[in-house]
């Protein structure tokens, strides 16, 4: 019998600890030598939650901010992208559960019509751009 498919909401992983590596080999923007944050999407989802209405901000700017409060001079970007993505799904499910937008984690303010993560996302952009539009955030 094939494993229950997780729920996003369920791949938020409460127990998950962020971790600050040194990356051995270049990764990505990162040098060799150079430590790195794995963030959680817990920690992900916090940062989104303090970001004002009506503001928005990049993945790139929130690697920043997170590695500098972790102590960590980069912050890993595959990672960040991952978690964004089920901070996003994981919201948007207890939007369909009832929860008021009010309420919900607000990625639009990370994510706009050129992110990569908007394509991937499984119920599409036109809740990200409706959401952007009601809180004057450019497209």
């Given at each position: 019998?094939?494993?229950?498919?997780?729920?996003?909401?369920?791949?938020?992983?409460?127990?998950?600890?962020?971790?600050?590596?040194?990356?051995?080999?270049?990764?990505?923007?990162?040098?060799?030598?150079?430590?790195?944050?794995?963030?959680?999407?817990?920690?992900?989802?916090?940062?989104?939650?303090?970001?004002?209405?009506?503001?928005?901000?990049?993945?790139?700017?929130?690697?920043?901010?997170?590695?500098?409060?972790?102590?960590?001079?980069?912050?890993?970007?595959?990672?960040?992208?991952?978690?964004?993505?089920?901070?996003?799904?994981?919201?948007?499910?207890?939007?369909?559960?009832?929860?008021?937008?009010?309420?919900?984690?607000?990625?639009?303010?990370m994510i706009d019509k050129r992110?990569?993560?908007?394509?991937?996302?499984?119920?599409?952009?036109?809740?990200?751009?409706?959401?952007?539009?009601?809180?004057?955030?450019?497209?």
């Amino acid at each position: 019998m094939a494993a229950k498919k997780k729920t996003w909401t369920e791949k938020m992983n409460p127990d998950m600890k962020p971790k600050v590596k040194k990356v051995e080999n270049d990764f990505a923007d990162i040098p060799a030598g150079a430590t790195m944050l794995i963030a959680t999407p817990n920690i992900v989802a916090n940062y989104l939650r303090h970001i004002p209405q009506g503001t928005a901000t990049s993945l790139q700017q929130m690697r920043k901010d997170l590695a500098a409060e972790y102590n960590a001079e980069f912050m890993c970007p595959v990672t960040a992208g991952i978690y964004l993505r089920i901070v996003a799904e994981s919201a948007y499910e207890e939007y369909l559960q009832g929860k008021p937008v009010s309420k919900i984690t607000p990625f639009w303010r990370m994510i706009d019509k050129r992110s990569p993560a908007i394509k991937k996302l499984s119920f599409g952009a036109d809740f990200v751009l409706e959401q952007r539009a009601k809180e004057k955030i450019p497209a």
